[in-house]
């Protein structure tokens, strides 16, 4: 199975300051055939499913605001918040979506500080 | 726009099998495939398995084959996820998910708790 490692595992930022989760994968997530990698970001709020941030590694889910990004590729990937606002507080898992099983990170909590 | 809604909350005993249903609206059920994901308290997701109801096969992770079945009623545009010998480590919120071109879980139902005691 893929190993998918986050960290921070927790992390606390000022509003309006930077955000910078990173995501390990124990092999490579890129596809050759088509150059798409097939890491996945989300965000879970309390009582809520996830919900689907980033594809692709780096495609934004429409509605997503421009402040959160995805970069990164093959076994490193980032997201990234650029100035955090208050609806920004969750839990957020990378998840690669290469093979089966397809595997989760083990999430970092964001919070305000 | 992708609508899923799952069945209600279950209490089981250890031992005994739990069904769960996730019925699809908008979009076409045939073009995606459906996943189930669970979520135990205070642990991050865990893929079970999935199936696309146009192949009718089922993919299961290793750690639940034998005791997970995952089918798919294009008819009524529903998934059904069933659980057996449930052990106590099975209390969780279970999920369904879409997927569609390899780009993750799109959309997600609301999640279904089952609780697992004596």
């Known amino acids: 199975d893929i190993v998918m490692t986050q960290s921070p595992d927790s992390l606390a930022v000022s509003l309006g300051e930077r955000a910078t989760i990173n995501c390990k994968s124990s092999q490579s997530v890129l596809y050759s055939s088509n150059n798409k990698n097939y890491l996945v970001w989300y965000q879970q709020k309390p009582g809520q499913p996830p919900k689907r941030l980033i594809y692709?590694?780096?495609t934004r889910e429409s509605g997503v605001p421009d402040r959160i990004s995805g970069s990164g590729s093959g076994t490193d990937f980032t997201l990234t918040i650029s100035s955090l606002q208050a609806e920004d507080v969750a839990v957020y898992y990378c998840?690669?979506?290469?093979?089966?099983?397809?595997?989760f990170g083990q999430g970092t909590k964001l919070e305000i500080k | 726009q992708v609508q899923l809604v799952q069945s209600g909350g279950e209490m089981k005993k250890p031992g005994s099998s739990v069904n769960v249903s996730c019925k699809a609206s908008g979009g076409t059920f045939s073009s995606y495939a459906v996943s189930w994901v669970r979520q135990a308290p205070g642990h991050g997701p865990e893929w079970m398995g999935g199936v696309m109801s146009m192949f009718g096969v089922a993919n299961y992770a290793q750690k639940f084959q034998g005791r997970v079945t995952i089918i798919a009623d294009e008819s009524t545009s529903t998934a059904y996820m069933e659980l057996s010998s449930l052990r106590s480590e099975d209390t969780a919120i279970y999920y369904c998910?879409?997927?569609?071109?390899?780009?993750?879980?799109?959309?997600w139902g609301q999640g279904t708790l089952v609780t697992v005691s004596s």
């Open positions: 692709w590694a780096s």
């Open positions: 998910a879409t997927e569609f071109a390899g780009a993750g879980f799109e959309h």
């Open positions: 998840q690669q979506y290469y093979t089966t099983p397809y595997t």
